[in-house]
């Protein structure tokens, strides 16, 4: 079955960097379009960047020019490195495959919790 495996949350100060990371099984990877999505107390989860088969990517306008989304199909992984974090930037991100317009397909990982403090 499918299955996403995140990876590299944690507490950052504002103005910090963290990379996530997250392993997929049970697809062909390569194939697939993938994407980071996040969700913070009280807010409905949001699509954060994705990137297609064929490694074109798109990006949130709130994360535009601070996040990178990238994938390695040897490794079967998804990465988004994240730079010049902000408060607003705290929440539990999930990755998940996608549609090419960036809907998920609805197979998501357990998420990893980051924290950005001011």
């Known amino acids: 079955q499918v299955q996403l495996v995140e990876s590299g949350g944690g507490l950052v100060q504002a103005g910090g960097s963290l990379r996530l990371s997250c392993a997929a099984s049970?697809?062909?990877?390569?194939?697939?379009?993938m994407g980071w999505f996040r969700q913070a107390p009280g807010k409905q989860r949001e699509l954060v960047a994705w990137?297609?088969?064929?490694?074109?990517?798109i990006y949130a306008d709130s994360v535009k020019g601070r996040f990178t989304i990238s994938r390695d199909n040897a490794k079967n992984t998804v990465y988004l490195q994240m730079n010049s974090l902000k408060p607003e930037d705290s929440a539990v991100y999930y990755c998940?495959?996608?549609?090419?317009?960036?809907?998920?397909?609805?197979?998501w990982g357990q998420g990893t919790q980051v924290t950005v403090s001011s």
């Open positions: 998940s495959v996608v549609s090419a317009w960036g809907f998920s397909s609805g197979y």
């Open positions: 049970g697809i062909t990877f390569g194939a697939n379009h």
């Open positions: 990137i297609h088969n064929g490694g074109s990517t």
